[in-house]
T-cell receptor, first 114, second 115 residues
Framework: DAKTTQPTSMDCAEGRAANLPCNHS???????VYWYRQIHSQGPQYIIH???NNETNEMASLIITEDRKSSTLILPHATLRDTAVYYC???????????????FGQGTILTVHP | EAGVAQSPRYKIIEKRQSVAFWCNPI?????LYWYQQILGQGPKLLIQ????????DSQLPKDRFSAERLKGVDSTLKIQPAKLEDSAVYLC?????????????FGPGTRLTVT
């Protein structure tokens, strides 16, 4: 699976957009980019995923560059409850030996300030 | 829809003792995972089941850890004997079966302290 690189920590003001970057320069053609977050003392929570196109759901937007070597998770209006560790994960290809396997790195600690 | 249930939420044991954790996945989810999360690190996969068969246990310390998933539903993870370095949060997750459905749904975890 491709390795991801994320900043260790980021800050954001409440009500502002939080833009979390992720580099995955060795991503392969059929590998997906997944984002999870983990609020303190809870299990990780799925946010969004994408392959090539930009994606949006009720939680966030995912922007993937055309060369697929990096992506950005956008929380459009961050709240205090969005303070968490955010993980960017590149998954194995369907049918491959690492199918369905999530390999978590250190993630980005996002702190949302009042 | 009920989430992934785990018990107990907290456990304190002495080294060399045994401990077991229980997980009940979301109804209908074919795939079940156990992760270990050491303080300050991301979760690490220990074992993955598909129905009641093991798909991946390459990172499970088999000399002391064991897991089973009876009838393809509930699962238990056991440590025997425990070491100090086993202190961690043990997370259970489940996922529906599907080629593009990689979303995993996590339980609240069991925090284990080995003294």
């Amino acid at each position: 699976d491709a390795k991801t690189t994320q900043p260790t920590s980021m800050d954001c003001a409440e009500g502002r957009a939080a833009n979390l970057p992720c580099n995955h320069s060795t991503i392969s053609g059929n590998e997906y980019v997944y984002w999870y977050r983990q609020i303190h003392s809870q299990g990780p929570q799925y946010i969004i995923h994408g392959l090539k196109n930009n994606e949006t759901n009720e939680m966030a937007s995912l922007i993937i560059t055309e060369d697929r070597k990096s992506s950005t998770l956008i929380l459009p209006h961050a709240t205090l409850r969005d303070t968490a560790v955010y993980y960017c994960i590149v998954t194995g290809r369907a049918g491959g030996t690492s199918y369905g396997k999530l390999t978590f790195g250190q993630g980005t600690i996002l702190t949302v300030h009042p | 829809e009920a989430g992934v249930a785990q018990s107990p939420r907290y456990k304190i044991i002495e080294k060399r003792q045994s401990v077991a954790f229980w997980c009940n996945p979301i109804s209908g989810h074919a795939t079940l995972y156990w992760y270990q999360q050491i303080l300050g690190q991301g979760p690490k996969l220990l074992i993955q089941f598909q129905n009641n068969g093991v798909v991946d246990d390459s990172q499970l310390p088999k000399d002391r850890f064991s897991a089973e998933r009876l009838k393809g539903v509930d699962s238990t993870l056991k440590i025997q004997p425990a070491k100090l370095e086993d202190s961690a949060v043990y997370l259970c997750a489940s996922s529906p079966l599907g080629l593009t459905r990689y979303e995993q749904y996590f339980g609240p975890g069991t925090r284990l302290t080995v003294t």
